[in-house]
């Protein structure tokens, strides 16, 4: 009942491969807690200067899957690899250099400041005694920039609103400096212009960086827009999957969600809603 | 706390500057003896009082006149503060010859040593009876302070309590006795077997009208329901007592109800002290003797 | 997930089975008395009557009482305060009493003669309200209810023993009532008690439906129009009552408030109603049991053994028993509350703090250990020709104190950084309680024969409570919370033993409190001279670990995602702590809240990075003690007060008074 819908040919295919990005790709992959499957089967590929955003109802699996992705859960069975490697070849640090992750519930109140908080991304960069060097400050610097950050790095984060201390964790997992991040729902707790502003954020980020982002969100109509990949889970399972191009079609979003939908089209841009009851 | 320890430290420092010619003679001060004895257990300071030979400082001053009584404290004996946190300071300002221990501060002896030889000499060794045990501490202690006339002498003046007392005693009508202190409203510590209080009455050939075992210190701490043991003993109750404790036996039928309470066969002494030596041993006679020809008939 | 507990126990089999014990226990004790008490002639057959009629009979019915009292103000309070690890002795409802006993009994012996009750309830209402006062600050969260109790206990603990250490003589009897002896001797108590429980029961009746709707919740309640603050504030007031008029009329009985509510859940009382009667019903049948137990197995003898220390050496280790079944039904339980962390202040001038705090340490240091007491008590400075003479004496406490006081500081620092939790410091997780417990069974089987044999007796216990402390903690996920957890548990495990000790009366029990009070008597050079060193040595060590203390405090996933192997960090800072603790107790005993306060005072004065942290934690914690030590030489003169003890006396106000400016900011 649940099978794969392939609305498009394999995401992989049509995204052009850089070199030196990591890719991440998760074969078969199954968790399962005690009698209960949270995931079932799964196979998904990460590439740079993608975007693949992960989208499905709640329940279906999509933090599990994070953080399978970011090795903070390991599998029941199945296989996870990074740049053709193994995950247990890779020692945390070296991990870290490569996977960055925003878990989904961060601390609201850490004591810090942004600079502060922003220097604990270097973490796996530095020293055996933990040196911060010219390149460590450097990376910080340029999380901030990029991130807008620069002109509050000597806020304490506790002070900060929704949208800005979403940015300053954001710009953390930069100073990380890996080719892959890792954000589940980064964007759920703000509002309307800061998810903008974060998501394009997010889609510069992997054009600049040609990194690779899996990210986490409940709004469809953002996934489309932003991402350039769509995984749907349900139940533990990839519902469908494709270009975010042809997920606003209720064909597609009818069966992930069990809700009738609607399409309505402004200028180019589609947007998909649950039908009312008439 | 920063702010306190410089408020503290500014004081001081003005005290000492006004007070520089205090300063320079301060821990040895005239009036305190020098080569005297450092009583650490008030056991062996009672018994090198009643020996004549008064030592020079002795722990817990303040509270002896509570608890042990007599013989009284002499005045300018120096309280060297609190037996289980010894002021070392103050016990070698006081420059002693000798310094006497109980086991229990066995553990600071490598210390003591330092300031004068110290010397552990214990009233709890089980080997003898507890008054034996005492007689020979009374000695050994005697030895070491040059007294052994005067404990010759204090030793033989208990023998002639003890006939006199067995002379007044075998006029009366006579009954065991249980001897017990009240804890707290419920509980009673009840003396037997190696309790000085115990030894005494049996040295005073007086029956003990506890039969049940007690723990390594002489005493066992009961209920008061189990002070129920037998109709025919006269109760004595060593004081302090709890300030609730009359009104808890007055309303429990239990203890009033109890033969030898209906009888009026109970009472209190004045305090001694319980871990004491000879003197209080003495003491305890003497109360136990008074009170008893007060209370008994006349046989 | 989130399924509540399975439902593994039948209630009625439970209840069953332990009046069936009840039975046996009763049947065993009882059938030579009622033989013989329905011929009484002679006169011994006279006292077997009166016994059974005043005393035993009496005693059976105060069992059920108490049982059902504490059982029920248990029920209440988890169920008021969404805690399932809230009872009477885990809110210091029974510190708090004793403590005030203990003040009545120095202070005004006559206060006692006209009501222990007053004097017991009033204590327990303080103590409570503090301890309800810390952890409002942390929305009543398990944990920190649990660690506010049990630091609220320490410190009643620690004012009770400089009391005893005082005034010993005057305090038997609060050995006993500490350790709950339920021995009577008519049934007037029990009356009076059944009387106050009704009292107390009539209004709580009334609260039983508001209470219930609190099932589903505190937001959901007060959606329904329950009167939420006003509910909690009634409940816990008559909760706290019950168990106080308990506590007042037989002493403290450990853990029956804990485990009977414990075991109604496990038999799957899920309704508040239901959990209230089964929980009465256990907590009555379970002290019964426990206390016929007692009188069959103790016979008579020298060995006095209360029955509220009994019920606490089997009721602790239920707190580990919880942290496994307890985990899905309570997922709050062991999460890190990240919306209220430990705060630290931004002054942005940090240069100042360093300057006043190493000035502030180095004044502590050089020139406090000068000031001192003349025989005939008058205050003077130590010339300099007379260093030979005193020194000797001085130096080494003053020495090891501020080692020990750097080691315990840098333990709490890192403790309070890594689990986010202001309450926690070394004295809670359990090392010290393993350090007592080694120095009590070395003085409890043949006295203390030297410094070196109780020393190694207090390291070795601290190293068996450490294995099993992280034993406990890395069975499972939240390893910070599990072990803080365990910590808590093995020192209330210790504090019954340690009960059972001193209520026996033998002079080796003042030794063991003399110890526990931290006397610094006993402390020589070298061992003071090891203490600084390893203050030293191990505040390097921890400088090394101070990029985890960085990271970790951002929760697991993050420090993880940025590359920390978090078990290892965990476990390796932990056992730095532990090893910490274990060489700073017998040094300056296991009590002194120097751990706790220093990192606080730290985070006051603004100092926001690890390492920085770290470092003044050392200078204040060093400067606290030695703070400590020079009051304790001198404001009691001649007597000398017990250094830890009264370090953790000073501390305790001044905590609170930074929790609470901690909170303001």
């Known amino acids: 009942m649940n099978e794969i819908q392939t609305g498009a040919p394999a995401s992989t295919s049509d995204t052009p491969e850089k070199a030196d990005g990591a890719a991440v790709e998760i074969k078969a992959a199954s968790v399962s807690i005690g009698d209960v499957n949270l995931l079932n089967n799964i196979d998904i590929r990460l590439a740079p200067l993608c975007v693949t955003g992960l989208i499905g109802p709640n329940g279906a699996g999509k933090s599990t899957l994070a953080k399978v ?210 | 706390m920063h702010k306190r320890g410089m408020n503290l430290t500014r004081r001081a420092v003005l005290q000492g500057m006004s007070l520089p010619a205090l300063a320079a003679c301060a821990p040895a001060p005239a009036g305190l003896s020098r080569g005297g004895v450092a009583a650490l257990d008030w056991a062996l300071a009672e018994t090198m009082i009643a020996l004549g030979e008064p030592p020079a400082g002795v722990v817990a001053a303040a509270d002896w006149r509570r608890f042990v009584v007599e013989p009284a404290l002499p005045d300018g004996v120096t309280d060297l503060g609190l037996q289980q946190e010894l002021n070392f300071e103050l016990i070698a300002a006081l420059r002693p010859r000798l310094i006497l221990i109980s086991p229990f501060l066995e553990r600071f002896k490598p210390k003591l040593d330092r300031i004068a030889p110290s010397v552990n000499l214990s009233v709890y060794e089980h080997a003898d009876t507890p008054l034996a045990n005492r007689i020979r501490i009374t000695r050994k202690l005697a030895s070491h302070i040059d007294a052994e006339h005067a404990a010759d002498a204090y030793i033989s003046a208990l023998d002639a309590l003890r006939d006199e007392a067995e002379a007044r005693l075998s006029r009366l009508k006579r009954r065991p006795v249980l001897l017990v202190s009240f804890i707290d409203n419920r509980h009673a510590r009840v003396y037997g077997g190696s309790s000085l209080y115990a030894d005494t009455l049996a040295w005073l050939g007086l029956q003990n009208g506890w039969r049940k075992p007690v723990g390594y210190f002489g005493f066992a701490t009961v209920g008061l329901e189990d002070l129920a043991t037998a109709a025919d003993v006269e109760l004595i109750a060593v004081e302090p007592v709890p300030p609730d404790i009359s009104r808890a036996l007055s309303s429990s039928p239990l203890w009033t109800e109890l033969p030898f309470v209906k009888a009026g066969r109970e009472g209190r002494i004045p305090p001694v002290f319980m871990f004491g030596a000879l003197p209080s041993a003495q003491r305890f006679a003497k109360l136990l003797l008074a009170y008893l020809e007060t209370k008994w008939d006349r046989a | ?429 359990g090392v010290s309680a393993g350090a007592i417990m080694g120095a009590a069974i070395v003085l409890a089987l043949g006295g203390a024969a030297s410094e070196i044999s109780l020393g190694l007796a207090a390291a070795a216990g601290s190293f068996a409570a450490l294995v099993f402390v992280l034993n406990i903690a890395f069975r499972g996920p939240a390893a910070p919370e599990r072990m803080l957890l365990a910590g808590v548990a093995l020192t209330a495990l210790v504090d019954a033993a340690v009960g059972v000790f001193s209520a026996s009366g033998s002079p080796s029990a003042v030794l063991l409190l003399a110890w526990m009070a931290g006397s610094a008597g006993g402390v020589d050079m070298t061992m003071a001279a090891s203490a600084c060193a390893a203050a030293l040595i191990f505040l390097c060590v921890a400088l090394l670990g101070s990029r985890w203390l960085a990271v970790l405090p951002l929760g697991t996933p993050v420090a993880a995602g940025v590359g920390v192997r978090v078990p290892l960090a965990l476990s390796s800072l932990f056992a730095l702590v532990a090893v910490m603790t274990a060489i700073a107790t017998p040094v300056i005993g296991p009590l002194t809240f120097v751990g706790l306060m220093a990192p606080h005072m730290v985070r006051l004065l603004g100092v926001r990075s690890a390492p920085a942290g770290l470092v003044a934690s050392a200078l204040t914690g060093a400067a606290l003690m030695t703070i400590a030590d020079s009051l304790a030489r001198t404001i009691a003169f001649p007597l000398q007060l017990p250094t830890g003890v009264l370090a953790s006396l000073i501390s305790g106000p001044v905590l609170l008074l930074l929790i609470a400016k901690g909170r303001k900011q």
């Open chain 3, 1 to 429: 997930m989130g399924q509540s507990l399975k439902r593994t126990l039948d209630p009625g089999l439970l209840s069953g089975a332990l009046s069936a014990a009840a039975v046996i226990f009763g049947a065993i004790l009882l059938r030579e008395p009622l033989q013989t008490s329905l011929a009484a002639d002679s006169v011994e057959e006279q006292f077997e009557r009166l016994i059974l009629l005043h005393a035993t009979l009496p005693r059976i019915t105060m069992a059920i009482l108490c049982g059902a009292g504490l059982a029920l103000s248990g029920t209440i309070l988890q169920q008021v305060l969404r805690n399932p690890l809230v009872a009477p002795d885990t809110v210091a409802v029974n510190a708090g009493a004793r403590l005030a006993l203990a003040l009545a009994a120095v202070l005004a012996p006559g206060l006692l003669g006209f009501g222990r009750d007053l004097v017991a309830i009033a204590g327990a209402a303080v103590s409570t309200l503090l301890v309800l006062a810390i952890a409002g600050s942390r929305r009543y969260s398990p944990l920190s209810m649990i660690l506010a109790g049990l630091v609220v206990s320490l410190y009643c603990g620690a004012a009770s023993t400089v009391l005893v250490l005082l005034k010993d003589r005057y305090l038997v009897g609060l050995f006993i009532w500490g350790s709950g002896s339920l021995s009577q001797q008519s049934w007037e108590p029990a009356i009076q008690l059944a009387l106050r429980l009704l009292a107390c029961g009539l209004p709580l009746a009334m609260l039983m439906r508001p209470l219930s709707v609190m099932d589903a919740g505190e937001e959901a309640a007060r959606a329904v129009g329950v009167p939420v603050e006003r509910v909690r504030i009634f409940a816990v007031g008559l909760a706290v009552l019950m168990a106080a008029f308990v506590t007042s009329a037989v002493g403290v009985i450990g853990f029956i408030g804990l485990a009977a509510p414990a075991l109604a859940t496990l038999c799957g009382a899920e309704r508040f109603v239901a959990r209230c009667f089964w929980s009465t019903i256990f907590g009555a049948l379970l002290l019964v049991v426990t206390d016929l137990a007692v009188q069959v197995t103790g016979g008579d003898g020298g060995a006095f053994i209360p029955t509220g220390a009994v019920t606490a050496v089997i009721g602790s280790p239920l707190l580990l028993v919880f942290l496994s079944r307890l985990r899905s039904r309570e997922p709050q339980l062991l999460a890190v509350d990240a919306s209220m962390p430990v705060r630290t202040p931004h002054p942005a001038r940090n240069a100042p703090v360093w300057a006043f705090l190493a000035a502030g340490a180095l004044l502590c240091l050089c020139f406090l250990p000068l000031i001192g007491r003349a025989p005939d008590g008058s205050w003077f400075i130590l010339p300099a020709n007379m260093f030979g003479e005193i020194m000797p004496w001085r130096l080494p406490r003053t020495l090891g104190a501020a080692g020990a006081g750097g080691l315990l500081a840098i333990g709490g620092y890192i403790l309070q950084r890594v689990t986010q939790n202001p309450m926690a410091s070394p004295e809670i997780i």
């Open chain 1, 69 to 278: 992705v970011a090795r903070q859960l390991s599998l029941s069975s199945g296989e996870c690899r990074l740049d053709e490697k193994p995950y247990d070849a890779f020692g945390a640090r070296d991990f870290a250099r490569r996977i960055a992750y925003l878990p989904q519930s961060i601390p609201v109140a850490t004591g810090l400041t942004v600079h502060e908080l922003v220097r604990t991304g270097r973490y796996p960069w530095h020293g055996a005694l933990g040196q911060f060097s010219a390149d460590d400050r450097a990376a910080v610097d340029e999380a901030l920039a990029i991130t807008g950050m620069d002109k509050l790095a000597d806020r304490s984060t506790d002070t900060l609103s929704g949208g800005e201390r979403q940015r300053c964790w954001i710009a953390m997992l930069l100073a990380q400096q890996a080719s892959v991040l890792i954000l589940d729902e980064p964007i759920s707790a703000l509002d309307i212009r800061f998810q903008i502003e974060t998501m394009n954020l997010v889609r510069s980020i992997s054009r600049m960086r040609a990194v690779s982002i899996l990210i986490i969100l409940h709004d469809i109509n953002l996934a489309a827009r932003y991402c350039d990949e769509i995984v749907a889970l349900k139940e533990g399972r990839i519902a469908w999957r494709g270009p975010a191009a042809s997920l606003i079609d209720p064909a597609v979003l009818e069966p992930i969600y069990d809700v009738r939908m609607t399409v309505h089209t402004a200028g180019v841009v589609k947007l998909a809603f649950p039908k009312l009851a008439d």
